[in-house]
């Protein structure tokens, strides 16, 4: 069965740093794309980063680049984000997502799994 597992969420302060993990099963985690994904209330889910099956080619979208870092370790099976310089318009409920893309328009999956994600809320 396909299942993800998102951990890391938290309350932080304006500026400060969350590590965020993803473990999944039920894949080939080593051969697909990854990505991070985010809702906040009362709004569609927003793709966040995506990052390449072995690491080398990764995305984001404009308003976290140069702020967050997506990593993965396959041997784990583990995906990462590193959000640093937080903002409160970070605030929201953040998912990963096998099969992520880059397109016209932003980073999107078809993915039908969704996990219940981890809550990220940054005050200000």
């Known amino acids: 069965q396909v299942q993800v597992v998102e951990s890391g969420g938290g309350l932080v302060q304006a500026g400060g740093s969350l590590r965020l993990s993803c473990t999944a099963s039920?894949?080939?985690?080593?051969?697909?794309?990854m990505g991070w994904f985010r809702q906040a209330p009362g709004k569609e889910r927003e793709g966040v980063s995506c990052?390449?099956?072995?690491?080398?080619?990764?995305y984001y979208t404009d308003s976290v680049r140069g702020r967050f870092t997506i990593s993965r370790d396959n041997a784990k099976k583990t995906l990462y984000l590193q959000m640093n310089s937080l903002k409160p318009e970070d605030t929201a409920i953040y998912y990963c997502a096998p099969d992520c893309a880059n397109r016209e328009g932003g980073i999107y999956s078809s993915f039908g799994y969704w996990g219940q994600g981890t809550q990220v809320t940054v005050s200000s």
């Open positions: 039920g894949l080939t985690f080593g051969n697909k794309a």
């Open positions: 990052i390449g099956w072995s690491g080398s080619i990764a």
